[in-house]
């Protein structure tokens, strides 16, 4: 699988991972995704039992092949240092990657995951947001410098992204983590059938859910695309997305007349 760097400097990760909410089956997803290379799993407190289930199952005896990407989820300055002694708990005492969910208390839990940093228990540094109307918000987390990457939604039919964040990471070096690939699912209602994905063919892409993600990662701007799955032979498939080649602009505008039906 293509290796990207995040943001200026920072660790190469895999162009795919796996993302948690909502996932059941989580230890054999999570070891399908080790096996075929996707070592970025994302988790947040937000996601019920997720982090515990990461860290103490899915992860037991090999957290050292896994970067883990969790969240500070609160309002309370307080309940974000409970929520960092829990998730340092579950990982074995560092965070690859720890990110303000939903600009939650942002400056405040910015300044805790710094800190955690600065004590070598954290490595990057991030801040993630789903709905558009933050974006003003995310950007101005992003000009102050203090994030390695932000998390943010992007598919065909989500691309608000297009307008100020990506060109914003790119010009800063920032990486980006895509939340959402598949639409949460919305996107593979209607799948084209073989004949329509025949032209992606050559590009290593044989079901819709990898021309989509293929769609995401010919974004060079992008750094990993973390499907969620309940399948480990979902998360198989969805890894080999992961491969150049990348698509031109005529594959990228195919897959988006295919799933604006
Ligand atoms: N959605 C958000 O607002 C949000 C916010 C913050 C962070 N995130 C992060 O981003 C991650 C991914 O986003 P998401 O979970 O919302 O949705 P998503 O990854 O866009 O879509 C997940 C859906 O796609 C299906 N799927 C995945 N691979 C498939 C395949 N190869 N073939 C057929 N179906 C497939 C899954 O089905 P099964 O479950 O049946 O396998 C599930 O219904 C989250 O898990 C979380 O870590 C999401």
Excluded at 132 to 148: C, H, I, K, N, Y
Aim: aromatic letters at 6%; one cysteine or more.
């Amino acid at each position: 699988m293509e290796r990207r760097v995040l943001g200026d400097g920072g660790p190469e990760l895999p162009a795919v991972g796996l993302g948690t909410w909502r996932t059941s089956n989580l230890t054999a997803v999570v070891h399908a995704a080790l096996g075929a290379g996707a070592t970025v799993v994302d988790s947040s407190p937000m996601y019920g039992d997720a982090e515990r289930l990461l860290g103490e199952e899915a992860l037991r005896g090999r957290r050292d092949h896994a970067f883990v990407a969790t969240k500070i989820w609160s309002q309370s300055a307080e309940e974000g240092r409970h929520q960092a002694e829990r998730a340092l708990s579950f990982f074995g005492g560092r965070i690859d990657l720890y990110q303000v969910h939903n600009l939650s208390a942002w400056r405040d839990q910015l300044t805790l995951i710094e800190s955690l940093r600065a004590e070598g228990l954290v490595r990057c540094t991030g801040a993630t947001h789903y709905a558009p109307s933050a974006f003003g918000e995310l950007a101005q987390v992003m000009r102050t410098r203090r994030v390695d990457c932000v998390q943010i939604p992007y598919n065909p039919r989500e691309r608000s992204v297009e307008r100020e964040i990506l060109p914003l990471a790119e010009e800063l070096g920032i990486g980006v983590v895509v939340m959402r690939p598949l639409g949460e699912g919305a996107l593979l209602r209607r799948a084209p059938g073989p004949e329509e994905l025949e032209p992606l063919r050559e590009f290593g892409v044989s079901t819709w859910p990898q021309a989509l993600l293929k769609w995401i990662l010919s974004d060079r701007r992008v750094t990993v695309a973390i499907p969620a799955t309940s399948k480990p032979e979902w998360m198989t498939e969805n890894a080999r997305a992961g491969e150049p080649p990348w698509f031109g602009p005529d594959e990228r505008a195919l897959v988006e007349r295919l799933a604006a039906r």
